[in-house]
């Protein structure tokens, strides 16, 4: 074309595309989680399913429910309130019926019958507890009718995959208070969904439970119902409601318990921060390998390497427990062996792992899945950083093998071409054609737009495999292995000179997005460049520029910074990822910020997110938001498809505020530094309690004075020491 531009073409729809047909922001749906079980319920506390709608009870990536719809007289009651409580433990719905006629008479009045629905996971069942009252003068009778449905959907089949077949369901009322669905399945795994009543119904069907009710004036009766979801047949030992929810309310309290905990002069801040550490502790689940923050609901509430590398990164300062269960889990699942489908090869950090019908049957290459070209050297990063904050020497020497399979995978596999850098491309004919974070089919791409083709050398990866070899350094020296720590040395210095003569564009005074498989620059700005200063790969001289960049209103919405420069030709602010905002792609240029000692446009970046996030529904931050420019009296532009709640979202607020403070540990001396510390304009004051150092712990006090912060420790245990760098 005369323009010079590339003719954009309409593409096929990528095979594990989720396509928005309707916004789950506009359905708000409520959502509760327990180990591998979630589910998610409308406002009323039910499920009803419509066009690819992900409302349901999920086990194991499978929904074992699908249709749940309470009735009072043949029609859905009136809602009145519906809360899902601060710790994520309790769904609460407040309902009352509307007005029943018989032959022009009214014969239940609106708001007689009070229904207050309660309802939790624990331990892959949903219990739920329906308590009815009459507030009318007189006697009611009236009939209250449960509809339940299940489809035994994969999650991937919800998200718009099409299968050539699958297995068929079956129902049975077993005995007066039970029914059951059973799934006969093409993968040989028993599934069946098992709902209990107490007391029994009046009727029951395979579709349909009905209670005739009697409630006199101010008369209550309950009814529990119980969903359980069972899988080869292993069924989960019942237990009462009320001891059920003080096991789930005790684990959420344990789990919260290892994190500092941050109070600050703004109670908004505060609301975020809770949310934020609420949905954390949801999401992370416990495996045999310690804890381990799932990605996000419903999309990805499963083990995903990137997003658990990066969420342990991000919530170091606060909680390094989560980072020691990330590095157990993944060097268990590293691969050891070469699989095309699977995009693996010996030393490879997951990218993901699936356990439902089709990753069993191969139908989706998800089952353990490796193409993640970043997870790899954000493994040996986390490694180096974990030690760096715990002197955890049992772990780090367990962790070992493991950290140098991922530098044999660098050195191998990563630079397949001898070039000096880490590229991508799949080798899996249905794996996922770009394997950085922004992985979407459109995300890498020229100036004029063309795809990049791979093999791709993404400008982030170059700076993870930077600060890997840096922090490697390190690691072998402690394990004794210096010749490995001499080579880690060289291949550092190299990469960083090849580095700059290859990606940076004096004209765009930017680092390149990537490199295509002729080596040729992708010369847009991306947020990607950004995450460079978390590495410490750029120069100062070219880190400063940067940053500059990035805070151009091109790049800076007034929410945060862009996944894409607005003057780039594929811009599109309502896009997954060519021009929205990601609050963790914030949270690691923030870090980055810190380090390179840009404190005031790291202040201007926090105060951005949180105020994005006083915006949102439960002060809760999505996986992302749209890049749409801020404007006075409007809050940020949702994306319809986000995740919420999403993990590495959810700790964006800890990493972004732990930078601006300048937290930095010293286990040899037991001292917790705060480098040239600084609080956003919004905060007057930050208190930081259960700060832990090995087994020592502390109370920290921080005032914010213009441009500086005292500190003061308010309590301490152990002999740990408190170090002011200003």
Same mark, same amino acid.
């Given at each position: ?47 009803? !399913?419509?066009?690819?709608?992900? /409302? ?81 003068? !007189? ?40 029914? =059951? ?45 119980? !969903? ?5 047949? %292993? ?26 905990? #941050? ?88 990218? /993901? ?16 899945? &490796? ?41 191998? &596999? ?46 982030? !990866? ?12 390190? *690691? ?22 090849? $580095? ?22 992708? =010369? ?12 410490? +790969? ?5 880190? %400063? ?47 980055? +910020?810190?380090?390179?000692? $840009? ?21 809760? #931050? ?6 749409? %420019? ?43 530094? *705060? ?15 259960? #700060? ?28 740990? /020491?408190?170090?002011?760098? *200003?």
């Amino acid at each position: 074309m005369s323009t010079g531009v590339w003719p954009f073409k309409e593409t096929a729809v990528p095979e594990f595309y989720i396509p928005a047909t309707s916004s789950l922001f506009e359905r708000r749906p409520r959502t509760l989680k327990h180990g591998d079980t979630f589910a998610m319920f409308d406002h009323y506390g039910d499920i009803v !399913v419509g066009d690819r709608t992900p /409302e349901g009870i999920y086990h194991l990536d499978t929904r074992f429910l699908s249709r749940l719809i309470l009735k009072i007289e043949g029609q859905r009651p009136l809602l009145l309130s519906s809360t899902v409580q601060r710790n994520n433990a309790l769904l609460n719905v407040d309902l009352t019926n509307h007005d029943v006629f018989q032959d022009h008479t009214l014969v239940l009045p609106k708001g007689a019958i009070h229904i207050r629905r309660s309802k939790f996971l624990w331990q892959t069942a949903c219990y739920e507890v329906l308590t009815l009252r009459n507030f009318d003068t !007189v006697e009611h009778t009236f009939a209250l009718t449960l509809e339940f449905g299940a489809d035994f959907a994969d999650l991937f089949e919800v998200r718009g995959f099409q299968r050539e077949k699958r297995g068929h369901v079956e129902a049975h009322v077993e005995d007066a208070c039970r029914l =059951r669905f059973i799934y006969h399945s093409l993968d040989g795994l028993p599934r069946s969904t098992v709902v209990t009543f107490d007391p029994a119904p009046d009727r029951l069907t395979t579709t349909k439970s009905q209670f005739a009710l009697r409630l006199g004036p101010k008369e209550r009766c309950r009814i529990k119902v119980t !969903v359980e979801c069972q899988v080869d047949n %292993q069924a989960t030992h019942q237990r009462d409601f009320a001891r059920s929810v003080r096991r789930a309310r005790r684990a959420l309290l344990d789990a919260a318990e290892r994190a500092a905990v #941050l109070e600050t002069s703004n109670e908004t801040v505060n609301e975020i921060l809770c949310q934020s550490m609420a949905d954390l502790t949801m999401l992370v689940t416990d495996t045999p390998w310690k804890p381990y923050p799932y990605a996000g609901i419903p999309w990805y509430s499963t083990a995903f390497g990137r997003d658990g590398l990066i969420t342990a990164i991000e919530m170091l300062w606060i909680d390094p427990e989560i980072a020691r269960g990330v590095l157990n889990f993944l060097a268990v699942h590293q691969a050891t062996h070469d699989d095309p489908r699977a995009d693996a090869e010996p030393g490879k950090i997951l990218h /993901e792992m699936r356990q439902c019908e089709l990753a069993r049957l191969g139908e989706i290459p998800f089952g353990q899945y &490796y193409g993640s070209v970043d997870a790899t050297p954000l493994f040996i990063i986390l490694a180096g950083l974990y030690w760096h904050r715990t002197n955890d020497r049992p772990t780090l020497e367990a962790l070992w093998p493991a950290v140098c399979r991922a530098f044999d995978w660098i050195e191998n &596999y990563g630079d397949r071409d001898g070039d000096g850098f880490v590229e991508y491309y799949s080798r899996a004919s249905s794996g996922l054609t770009n394997q950085g974070w922004k992985d979407s089919g459109d995300a890498i791409f020229h100036a004029d737009g063309r795809l990049a083709q791979p093999p791709i050398a993404l400008v982030e !990866v170059q700076g993870y495999v930077y600060l890997a070899y840096d922090l490697g350094v390190r *690691l072998a020296t402690e394990m004794n292995d210096l010749v490995l720590a001499v080579s880690l040395e060289e291949k550092k210095e190299k990469l960083r000179n090849r $580095f700059e003569a290859a990606f940076w564009c004096d004209d765009l005074e930017f680092y390149a997005l990537a490199l295509d498989g002729n080596k040729t620059p992708c =010369r847009v700005r991306t947020s990607n460049a950004g995450q460079l200063l978390f590495t410490g +790969l750029p120069c100062p001289d070219r880190g %400063q520029k940067v940053v500059r960049s990035l805070f151009n209103s091109d790049m800076f919405s007034g929410w945060g910074i862009r996944t894409v420069s607005r003057k780039e030709i594929r811009y599109n602010p309502a896009s997954y990822h060519n021009g929205s905002v990601w609050p963790h792609d914030n949270a690691l240029i923030g870090l980055g +910020l810190s380090r390179y000692g $840009f404190k005031e446009e790291l202040t201007r970046l926090t105060t951005a997110i949180l105020t994005a996030a006083s915006h949102m529904d439960l002060r809760r #931050l999505p996986e992302l938001y749209c890049g749409f %420019q801020r404007e006075r009296d409007k809050g940020p532009t949702l994306y319809p498809v986000a995740c919420a709640p999403q993990a590495w979202a959810a700790a964006a607020p800890f990493a972004l505020l732990g930078a601006c403070l300048g937290v930095d540990f010293s286990p040899a001396t037991n001292t917790v530094r *705060l480098v040239h510390p600084r609080l956003p304009p919004c905060l007057d004051w930050l208190t930081i309690r259960n #700060l832990r150092l090995g087994r020592s712990r502390m109370d920290i006090f921080l005032q914010r004075h213009g441009d500086t912060v005292a500190a003061h420790v308010l309590k301490r245990e152990g002999p740990v /020491e408190l170090e002011v760098i *200003l």
